[in-house]
C-alpha cells in the first residue's frame, strides 16, 4: 500500500532552519505531484507548497514565499521542504500529500502522511 512518511520536524528559534523529508513507497513516485501542507492548532489544514512531477515547477503560499523551498529527488522517493527564518506563526503539524495539482494553491490529495509537528518559539 502507499506510505508516506514525514521526518525532520522538531523544536526550533524564531530565525533557525529546518529540513523537512518525506518518503514516499507503494505508488509510482516520479509521475506523482506532490505537496506539503500545514495545520496549526484550531486552525484548518492549509497549503503551504507543491512540486509538480512533469517539470518540477513549484508554487508556494505567500506566506512562505522566499523562505521555505520545495525539492524532490525521485531516485529516492523523496521529496523535501527546505524551511528557512522560521516564524513562530510556522507552528504546526507539517503533512505530505501525493496527487495531481489543480491550481497553484490546491491539489487533488490522494494519499497523507502521518504528519511531523514544528515548533517555533520566539
Known sequence: QVQLVE??????RTGDSLRLSCAAS?????TADMG???QAPGKEREFVSIIDWSDGRTYYADSVKGRFTISRDNAKNTVY?????????????????AGRIRSPSSMRHD??????Q?????
Not at 507503494?26 to 516520479?30: A, D, E, I
Not at 494519499?111 to 511531523?116: L, P
Not at 514544528?118 to 520566539?122: G, I
Request: glycine share 14%; charged share 10%; with cysteine.
Open 26 to 30: 507503494g505508488l509510482t513516485f516520479s
Open 36 to 38: 506539503w501542507f500545514r
Open 81 to 97: 521542504l527546505q524551511m528557512n527564518l522560521l516564524k513562530p506563526e510556522d507552528t504546526a503539524v507539517y503533512y505530505c500529500a
Open 7 to 12: 521526518s525532520g520536524g522538531g523544536s526550533v
Open 111 to 116: 494519499f497523507w502522511g502521518q504528519g511531523t
Open 118 to 122: 514544528v515548533t517555533v518559539s520566539s
